[in-house]
Every structure is written in C-alpha cells, then in structure tokens.
C-alpha cells in the first residue's frame, strides 16, 4: 500500500508524458513547411495557399523554403508575370502574419546572386534541401509542394 | 522481492507502450494523404497510384485532399480529357475499398462551385491545405504528391 | 528509501528514453525520400538536389524511390536529353555516397520492362507508392517532391 503511494508520484509523469506522445494531440500550433523550387509555376498559388491556411488556422507555424528557380519568388521587385502580379506586397504581408521565407545559398551561389538583390522579408539557410528535410525530420514540421 | 512483484504490472504496460512509440513499428494500418491541386496533371496519374497502393497495401487509411484546381476531380462528371476517361467510375470504385476524397470549401467559394455539383463520394473540408497539414502533423499521415 | 534505489534503475531508462522521443533531438542521421515520378521534369534537377544535400549533411540518409515516368532515370544508359546529361555516372557517384535508388516493380510490369534494362545501383521495391508511405509512417522519412 505504502509502496503504491511511493509508485505513484513517479509513473504519472511518465504515463501523462507517454500519453501526449502516443496519441499526437491536436497541437496548439500546427507547423508545415512550404516547398517552393520554381517561383514561376508555383509562386502566385503558394502565396495565396498560404494566406487561405492562415486564414483558417491564423497560428499555424509556416515556413517558405526556396531553393533552384524557387528563389526568384523573394528576388526585389519580383513579379508573376503571367498573372501581371507583384510579389512584394503578398510576401510582407504574410510575414506579418508569421510568415518566414528562407532562401538557399547553394542556389544563390551557383547563380550568382547576393542577399542585396533580395527582398528585406528573405532569410537564408545554408541548403534549402536540407533545412526541408530538417524541420520535417527534426521537428515535425509538415510538407506541403505547392 | 515482493516489490518487483508489485513493480512489475505497473511498468510493464509503460514500457511496452513506450517500445512501441520508439521504434515506429510497422503499424497494422498505415496512413497516406494524396494531393492534388491540379487535376487535369494529376488526376489519372493520382488514382492509378491509389489503385496500385491498395492492391499491394489494402489496409492503407487513404486521403485524397483536393483543392484549386484540383477539385475538379471530384466534379460530376469529370474526364480526363487527355485520355478520355472518365473519372466516376475510378472514384467510385476506391471509396468502395475506402478512400476517403476530400474538397476544399475556399476554392469552392472562389470558384463559385456548390456541394450538389460533386460526386457524392465527396466529402467537404473547411480548407485543403489545413486538412494535409493537420493530417500529418497529428495523425501522423505520410504525403505523396501525385 | 530501499524502495526507490530500487525503482531508480527501473524508471531511469523509462525516462531517458521517453525523453528522446518527445523531444525529437536533432538525430545523428536525419533520413529523407525524394519522389520521382517522371525523370524528364525531375531527373536533373533530382540528382543536383541530392548532391547539394550530400554536400551540406553528408551523414543524411537518402532514398529515390522512382515509380511510373520516374524509373527512366535508372534505366541503362538513360540520359537528360535537353541538356544533354548521362545519369548514369551521377547515379553512380551518389550511390557511392549511401544514396539508395529503388525501382517500382508495379511500374515494370506495366511497362513491360526487366531488371536487367536497370543500372545495377538500382534496387527493387514492389510498389514504389507503398514504399514512399512506409519510409515516412515506419521510419520517419522527410519527403521531398522535386
């Protein structure tokens, strides 16, 4: 009896701990990571993908992970041109609402590109591949390709 | 030694259920989310995936979250166009075996598109890209983008 | 007081353990499977991407799983025809790096191909749909559609 009174103290956190793991409870803030590899094709859409996910879930953790011809979505003065759509505007909205845009620098390198040519809103991470995988891998971090 | 007695049932459970979360075991039923955000690109291609998925793996739980122009998979009387197929039946045929089809309601509202337009395999969902996030950030859902 | 130097060694592996898997630490060996489903669109740009990533986390564990227009990428002697690039040595030197290639034998069938059409880095996978899920739901796999 005495034992169990002792046993309890030390199971519960254990039990409770176990639980939130094992059943993956709605999380306070959802987080998914935005695969962006060509601005041209997937720029307008992801944007406005975006803005719809906040729209309806505002404390999702979002990050926009540019990498290859993706980087051109956060280029200054960046547009679709088929769509006569300024970029600009979009992006710093968004990140007003949260929103990180990440730029790779294997991709700025190869192309000859500097963090001067790009909008103030960019961040920058070493390899877009390997962050992508990253905050999947490490830290639950959904995917989504626009 | 009556300690490991009584020891013993109480962590028993604690440790086989702790097993089970740390090694990801091959689980009796594994989840997938298909997306789908074009379906003139993606739709034939999506439900032979789905198809071959089941033959090889029929306790898959399946999803098909479709949004943008991806829903119009699940328009009444949607086709292929490219192929001439014809979508219905195909559709029809996996939420027999228990795939679940989904559409997005922001696109439907943008697109002026109403519930009575769909095949009745159709199930609604407030916004796509919330559904594939929530689906794999607390379900635990896999992603293919078809 | 002998009641919990005995339940000390019997809790303590419990909660390291435990402890582990809620935090989600940066693993020694993060894993990731790139999806490819058509060698065209995707085959170059695929295999720089591996590179890069290579390049940036060496120790990252990495599967290509090909399926339908995809396997082309580790048929023999396949190339990029429009820019005018052999895989086959790229292949080879990734596959000497850990890289693993899989190959959908739903997709040989259907196509009528046989493993000896196959580069021998190639690895065969009943279905490469099933196989992409399971990485992700079994072995916590990030995914990545180039």
Redesign the interface.
Known sequence: MS??R??AP??LP??L??G???S????AQ???VY?I?NAAEQGT?ALR??R??L???PK?EIRVVT??EGVDLLLEGAQDKKNNIDYGPLISDLKGRGVRFEVCE?TMKRRNLTRDQFVMEAEFT??G??R???????????????
Chains 1, 2, 3 share one sequence.
């Open positions: 034992l169990r002792l046993l030390l199971l254990v039990l701990l176990f939130a793991a094992a993956m409870p709605a999380l959802d987080k998914v695969h590899d859409k993908n975006i719809n996910h729209d309806v879930a999702t990498h290859a294997i070493q390899s591949v390997v992508i995988t990253e905050l999947q891998a490490r830290d639950r971090y959904a995917y989504i390709k626009p």
